[in-house]
């Protein structure tokens, strides 16, 4: 059971969140997080939507992801 405490604590946390803005460099380093979890069907722009948020945003970091998930892709077919 989540006290009344805690609720307000997680909106805060949920407002915050949608109020923040992240950089290149913060995209950059949670982008192998983001690519994995994109290539293991999660919605990755749900679960980590800052970053999703950037990528909508800035070109530079989209290019950037777009070759991480085609080298995690190629990665994960050589383990399988
Ligand atoms: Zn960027």
Do not use: N, W, Y
């Amino acid at each position: 059971m989540l006290k009344r405490g805690d609720v307000i604590k997680l909106v805060r946390v949920v407002t915050e969140t949608h109020e923040t803005e992240i950089g290149c460099d913060e995209c950059f380093e949670q982008l192998d997080s983001f690519a994995e979890a994109e290539l293991s069907g999660a919605k990755a722009s749900a679960a980590m939507p800052l970053v999703g948020d950037h990528l909508d945003k800035c070109a530079d970091c989209r290019s950037k992801s777009e070759a991480l998930l085609q080298q995690v892709s190629v990665d994960m077919t050589h383990i399988a």
